[in-house]
């Protein structure tokens, strides 16, 4: 990441350099230890851990065939749905809810998602909060994707197995943000407490919450569970290889939902610089995944991710709110 190494005096090679700007001096440590924060921070975002949006989904003044997506677009899980709802080309309007500064944790969110997680999809009256199950009803919509000539029968076993697989234990327990993970999941467990104080009425939610991520913050730490996460996901890799070495996508010659929730994971493999090691001996994956990188649904769903700027543009306002709630001490 980094700063190329600054040539010292003779007389001093040993001291750390130091340049000024207009703001003061600081050390090349420093900003190295900076840069590294930042990296990590990213790779937070890439975990379903945090939400960005407005009060509008209860369905109040919408009409009954709207469809709004809360979605945070550095996320895993919500980039499945997207990609459904994208290739089926069904009309939604779009509505960020940031996982990373704990939006999610707001009661009108809550209410929505007592998981507080995204995807949300509200159709109408109905809620739809899991990534596979929005998935469904997507490709419920009219024709399936692949129609006919894609195997039924894989598509629906394959979108079970694959929602099964935890991508964000993997994110926490194989890449160097692990520390940063815990860090955020600690601010969002205040956000959590403060909110329950507010909220007598929702504390049921919010303490079953607020459970759910203090295991979150211990599962990386489990060795068993991260070994059978990494066995689970070697299983999809080699089916999914094998699969692919007959088939142009994985249900057969033509995109389906298969494809949709598994696309992701392989994303998620670049996203912690995994990708040499379990892509490289399956090539037939590689293939796959440089076609599906041409897809117009691709560049919609992981746009932002690719982005340094885009990716800036999403972090930053969620990143000085934490600042300004560990400042203030006001959650």
């Known amino acids: 990441m980094g700063l190329s190494r600054l040539r010292t005096p003779s007389a001093s090679r040993k001291e750390i350099p130091r340049r000024t700007c207009a703001t ?3 050390s090349l440590q420093g900003s190295r230890v900076f840069s590294n924060f930042v990296v990590c921070w990213l790779l937070i975002c890439t975990t379903v851990m945090a939400e960005t949006a407005q009060p509008s989904a209860t369905g109040v003044g919408l009409a009954r065939d709207s469809i709004i997506f809360y979605n945070y677009p550095l996320a895993f899980n919500p ?13 939604y309007t779009e509505k960020k809810i940031d996982l990373f500064n704990g939006q999610s944790l707001e009661p009108w969110y809550l209410k929505l998602n007592p998981a507080a997680s995204s995807p949300t999809l509200v159709v109408g009256d109905e809620k739809i909060v899991e990534s596979a199950d929005i998935i469904r009803w ?3 919509q009219g024709a399936p994707l692949g129609g006919d000539s894609v195997d039924r029968a894989f598509v629906k076993e394959w979108l079970e197995k694959v929602d099964a697989w935890d991508g964000n234990l993997f994110a926490a327990a194989n890449s160097s943000s692990s520390g940063a993970i815990k860090f955020g999941t600690k601010h969002k467990i205040k956000v959590a407490e403060a909110n329950m104080k ?6 049921e939610l919010y303490k079953k919450k607020i459970a759910t991520m203090e295991a979150q913050l ?3 730490d489990n060795r068993e569970a991260v070994e059978q996460n990494l066995r689970q996901l070697a299983g999809l890799l080699d089916e999914a290889e094998a699969r692919l070495s007959t088939n142009k996508f994985l249900a057969g010659d033509s995109y389906s939902a298969a494809d949709c929730i598994f696309t992701p994971v392989i994303y998620r493999l670049f996203m912690v610089k995994k990708d040499k090691e379990f892509l490289e001996p399956r090539p037939n994956i590689q293939r796959y995944y440089d076609e599906l990188k041409k897809r117009p649904s691709y560049k919609k769903v992981f746009g932002v991710a690719d982005s340094g700027f885009c990716t800036a543009q999403t972090i930053l306002p969620a990143f000085g709110k934490i600042l300004l709630q560990k400042v203030t001490g006001k959650y």
């Open 24 to 26: 003061g001096a600081f």
């Open 79 to 91: 980039a499945k749905a997207k990609l459904a709802l994208e290739e089926k080309g069904i009309k």
């Open 138 to 140: 997507a490709d419920s």
């Open 218 to 220: 211990a599962e990386p």
């Open 198 to 203: 507010r909220n007598p009425d929702m504390a």
